[in-house]
């Protein structure tokens, strides 16, 4: 992960709206070098948990996805996940994955999976599951998600107005 500096919390905090709670560090950068997805600690400051590991801060990603959600995609993701055993499985490992990411930040967060799930082929929030896939490459309903949202990049999503202020363009998103 890359360090998360004054600059990075300040766009963090006017991408989400708010100052960003707990320890943050910039996972994915879109390709202007702007935050787009953060890694969370799993604590806040004053010792709750804090169940979700990867978090999808791009306002214009956000918005796409909310609109994948609002369609019905989650239900739709979810029957597939059921009638699949493909998919299941993929996301299991995910899942198992993710969890090892948590357990190994001694996060003492029992049955916590992507996006704060108790069960591990809940398929409960899409910007939850497309953040672990942007961060880590391996989240078959983020993977889902963005092969989606290709369709909607154009011009205007790719350009958000975040990453406009920021002034920046370092090629293509990097993981990090």
């Not at 910039?26 to 169940?51: E, K, N, W, Y």
């Not at 996940?81 to 029992?110: F, I, M, N, Q, S």
Request: proline share 5%; charged share 25%; glycine share 10%.
């Amino acid at each position: 992960m890359a360090a998360t500096g004054a600059t990075d919390l300040e766009v963090i905090a006017a991408q989400i709206g708010r100052a960003p709670r707990g320890d943050v560090a910039v996972s994915v950068r879109c390709r202007h070098g702007v935050p787009t997805v953060i890694r969370t600690s799993h604590r806040l400051a004053d010792g709750r948990p804090f169940p979700t590991l990867f978090w999808l801060t791009c306002p214009a990603r956000y918005r796409s996805v909310a609109r994948l959600e609002t369609n019905g995609l989650i239900a739709k993701l979810q029957a597939r996940v059921g009638d699949e055993p493909t998919l299941a499985a993929e996301l299991a490992r995910a899942a198992a994955a993710y969890r090892g990411d948590r357990d190994r930040a001694r996060a003492d967060l029992p049955n916590c999976f992507v996006g704060g799930a108790a069960d591990p082929l809940a398929v409960k929030c899409l910007h939850a599951h497309y953040a672990h896939y942007l961060a880590t490459g391996a989240n078959p309903i983020g993977e889902i998600v963005d092969g989606l949202l290709s369709g909607e990049k154009s011009e205007s999503w790719q350009e958000c107005a975040g990453c406009r202020e920021q002034g920046r363009d370092d090629g293509a998103g990097a993981r990090m």
